[in-house]
């Protein structure tokens, strides 16, 4: 059974940073995409960064030059490096994974940023 599960959400200050984990139970590099989503209240989940089993990495306009995705092979782990932080980054964040065919959901770590 294939799990994800987030950890990292805190409450922060504008300007500040955080690091997101995404714990995935078993080879990370199953996963043809990986990648961080993220849900404010009342809007649509939307994608903040991916990245592929080839180490290709994409990224939202409104993060770019502020977060990074990074992975641990060794820890089978998926991080979300944020920095810069910005009270519209405030959302629960949901690490993804997409393999065979079969997307992957975490439950969620919620990030506020707010002074």
């Known amino acids: 059974q294939v799990q994800l599960v987030e950890s990292g959400g805190d409450l922060v200050q504008p300007g500040g940073s955080l690091r997101l984990s995404c714990a995935a139970s078993?080879?990370?590099?199953?996963?043809?995409?990986m990648g961080w989503y993220r849900q404010a209240p009342g809007k649509e989940r939307e994608l903040v960064a991916g990245?592929?089993?080839?180490?290709?990495?994409n990224y939202a306009d409104s993060v770019k030059g502020r977060f990074t995705i990074l992975r641990s092979a060794a820890e089978n782990t998926v991080y979300l490096q944020m920095n810069s932080l910005k009270p519209e980054d405030t959302a629960v964040y949901y690490c993804n994974g997409y393999m065979y065919g079969q997307v992957y959901w975490g439950q969620g770590t919620q990030v506020t940023v707010s002074s």
């Open positions: 078993g080879d990370i590099f199953r996963f043809n995409t």
């Open positions: 990245i592929s089993s080839g180490g290709m990495t």
